[in-house]
């Protein structure tokens, strides 16, 4: 039925602060992805899930940033120690599995770090 | 690893003209070529994807061609219409599917009536 769905649509946080966004995939596909849009960018690539594990996850900028998808379903991105250049549109996509599939983007999370 | 560039930053067409944006990629172990058109505030969605054992692909209006020697790939729009209007990206990835894909920076696309 319903596509990816993202949570929330929109986190203002402040510098230094804890911050999970929350993906749920639409149902059945394996793979899951999380890109970040910067304003007048293209999605860049973060982290990459087949199942429950992080397949690829050379795309995430440092050690501040983690995700997990521990039932292999919803995923979580988490970001600890919150900077003002990690305000972006952070996109989750799914896809029915890592070859032959095309990815769907849920409507994203627009974080903003003041 | 992968880089994708892509031209025009910005594409201005009258209503009923053809519309061309073009990309290179880097990785010559590359194999799959989708776009995507991302109306503003909204996802991306994807609209043609080619894999590197064609060298064209046709839907409707749109179509997407890909030269694996040059390595680069078109997107042609066809009697555009105000409802292309867009940012539109191409994206590259190696490994037979979707993992990993590097975007480019996107072309706004304007159709002018």
Do not use: M
Request: hydrophobic share 30%.
């Amino acid at each position: 039925g319903a596509g990816v769905s993202q949570t929330p649509s929109n986190k203002v946080t402040e510098k230094g602060k804890y911050v999970e966004l929350r993906c749920d995939p639409i149902s059945g596909h394996t793979a899951l992805y999380w890109y970040r849009q910067s304003l007048g960018q293209g999605p860049e690539f973060l982290i990459y899930f087949q199942g429950t594990g992080a397949a690829d996850d050379s795309g995430l900028p440092n050690d501040r940033f983690f995700a997990v998808r521990p039932e292999g379903s919803v995923s979580t991105l988490k970001i600890q120690r919150t900077e003002r250049g990690d305000s972006a549109v952070y996109l989750c996509a799914s896809s029915l599995g890592p070859y032959n599939s095309p990815l769907h983007f849920g409507n994203g999370t627009r974080l903003t770090v003041t | 690893g992968e880089n994708v560039e892509q031209h025009p930053s910005t594409l201005s067409v009258q209503e009923g003209d053809s519309a061309v944006i073009k990309c290179t990629y880097s990785d010559s172990a590359s194999n799959y070529f989708p776009w995507y058109k991302q109306e503003l505030g909204k996802r991306p969605q994807l609209i043609i994807d080619i894999r590197s054992n064609v060298g064209e692909k046709k839907d409707q209006r749109i179509a997407v061609t890909l030269n694996k020697t040059a390595k680069h790939f078109s997107l042609h729009i066809t009697e555009t219409q105000p409802e292309d209007s867009a940012v539109y990206f191409c994206a590259a990835a190696s490994g037979g599917g979707a993992d990993g894909l590097t975007f480019g920076k996107g072309t706004h696309l304007i159709i002018q009536p």
